[in-house]
């Protein structure tokens, strides 16, 4: 199994180590100095998104900063799912905000830049966005480019073909 687990186990798999991942997409919005930080989620969590939130509320509860619910919000991991999430984020008042998203997926990325662009925001200088995955042809693409979470998609084709083949 690749990027998933079995239900009943007894089989091989390989999962990427999310709940770091979430850790290190938080950190870096840490460092930049935010202190709102949203965790922009999927609607139809796998496993993964239980661990990615998990390695961001360690994060912010290591730095002292209070979990706000309001800021755990969840859409299609879609561009237009990653908008419409982003949307309800952006629409809080000023002082319940956030100034960094941490988004599921980089698709969603794409929606949270543009619903800041339809705002008259600037990223990064009024808001960051970590995004995760490193899709190709999407994070590169973002002006400004997006922050992302590299998974290693080929270590783990490769662990899998070498099972199989095994």
Same mark, same amino acid.
């Given at each position: 199994?690749?990027?998933?687990?079995p239900?009943?186990g /007894?089989?091989?798999?390989?999962?990427p $180590?999310?709940r770091?991942?979430?850790y =290190?997409?938080?950190?870096?919005?840490i460092?930049a100095?935010h202190?709102r930080?949203?965790?922009l989620d999927?609607?139809?969590?796998?496993? =993964?998104?239980?661990?990615?939130?998990?390695?961001? @509320?360690?994060?912010?509860?290591?730095?002292?900063? =209070?979990i706000? #619910? $309001?800021?755990?919000?969840? !859409?299609?991991t879609?561009?237009?799912?990653?908008?419409? =999430?982003?949307?309800?984020?952006?629409?809080?008042?000023d002082d319940?905000?956030?100034?960094?998203?941490?988004?599921?997926?980089?698709?969603?990325?794409? !929606?949270?830049?543009?619903a800041?662009?339809a705002? /008259?925001?600037?990223i990064?200088?009024?808001l960051?966005v970590?995004?995760?995955d490193?899709q190709?042809? @999407?994070?590169a693409?973002?002006? #400004? #480019?997006l922050?992302? @979470? $590299?998974?290693?998609?080929y270590?783990?084709?490769?662990? $899998?073909?070498e099972?199989?083949?095994g």
């Open positions: 199994f690749l990027d998933c687990r239900v009943h /007894g089989f091989p798999s390989v999962v $180590a999310d770091e991942g979430g =290190a997409a938080a950190r870096v919005l460092e100095g202190r930080i949203a965790y999927t609607v139809d969590p796998p496993i =993964a998104s239980g661990l990615r939130e998990e390695g961001y @509320v360690q994060a912010l509860t290591e730095a002292g900063i =209070a706000d #619910p $309001a800021l755990h919000v969840r !859409g299609e879609t561009a237009f799912g990653g908008r419409e =999430a982003a949307d309800r984020l952006l629409d809080l008042p319940q905000r956030p100034t960094g998203i941490f988004c599921f997926n980089d698709r969603m990325a794409v !929606g949270v830049y543009l800041a662009h705002r /008259g925001l600037r990064p200088d009024d960051s970590v995004g995760y490193d190709l042809l @999407v994070a693409e973002q002006d #400004p #480019p922050t992302t @979470v $590299a998974l290693p998609h270590e783990m084709g490769r662990w $899998a073909m099972v199989a083949l």
